[in-house]
């Protein structure tokens, strides 16, 4: 069981904007900074998208946003496009005995 | 070009052992905590392992402690898992992944990541 709970699929129409949650199950979240959101296409390595929250790494469009409230880390992709499709997984550092933790991961579907 | 590329991976039996590694290319190596994490047939990730940049401080999930070993060799770019006492729950594709910044330890922040290596563990 991941200490981080995402909701298994999350789906939207292109140019829509969905959100995915990412909450931890003790404060693990609320008291790191270091959370960020990875995008997984089929048979490929994960992809950084978001870090330390809310930042953007080079090359990831604008589209893709990240926030914090409490307990909770959500990621949010606004104007979806077909190439948004993926699974997408939220990770923290949580020091103690778990240091990095992911989340079980969103299958993101566009319709 | 920054890179990073496993090897090492197979099938083993239960109770075996695989030494896994991982070459790093176009970044200074040594500069930058690495771990290592695994991903399960039709699994989520998991994160196993980490290092510092200088090799000092290693870190591990509950789930492989005492059984993995992470280490680096700084002057070959290479980093390196020793997985023992394998379990049939180990079976996955193992990545090799680069820190963003962190130096002293992973922060979950991984912006280069490899292809991986898989390892199957099977009687």
């Known amino acids: 069981q991941s200490a981080l709970t995402q909701p298994r699929s999350v789906s939207g129409s292109p140019g829509q904007s969905v959100t995915i949650s990412c909450t931890g199950t003790n404060s693990d979240l609320s008291a790191s900074d270091y959370v960020s959101w990875y995008q997984q296409h089929p048979g490929k390595a994960p992809k950084l998208m978001i870090y330390d929250v809310s930042k953007w790494p080079s090359g990831v469009p604008d589209r893709f946003s990240g926030s914090k409230s409490g307990n909770t880390a959500s990621l949010t992709i606004s104007g979806l496009q077909a190439e948004d499709e993926a699974d997408y997984y939220c990770?923290?550092?949580?020091?103690?005995?778990?240091?990095?933790?992911f989340g079980g991961g969103t299958k993101l579907t566009v319709l | 070009e920054v890179q990073l590329l496993e090897s090492g991976g197979g099938l083993v039996q239960p109770g075996g052992s695989l030494r896994l590694s991982c070459a790093a290319s176009g970044f200074i190596f040594s500069d930058y905590a690495m771990s290592w994490v695994r991903q399960a047939p039709g699994k989520g990730l998991e994160w196993v392992s980490g290092?510092?940049?200088?090799?000092?401080?290693?870190y591990y999930a509950d789930s492989v402690k005492g059984r993995f070993a992470i280490s680096r060799d700084n002057s070959k770019n290479t980093l390196y898992l020793q997985t023992n006492s394998l379990r049939v729950e180990d079976t996955a594709v193992y990545s090799c992944?680069?820190?963003?910044?962190?130096?002293?330890?992973?922060?979950?922040?991984?912006?280069?990541w490899g292809h991986g290596t898989m390892v199957i563990v099977s009687s």
């Open positions: 290092i510092s940049g200088s090799g000092v401080n290693t």
């Open positions: 992944a680069k820190d963003l910044d962190g130096i002293v330890g992973p922060t979950g922040t991984f912006d280069i």
């Open positions: 990770c923290s550092y949580t020091g103690g005995n778990s240091f990095v933790v």
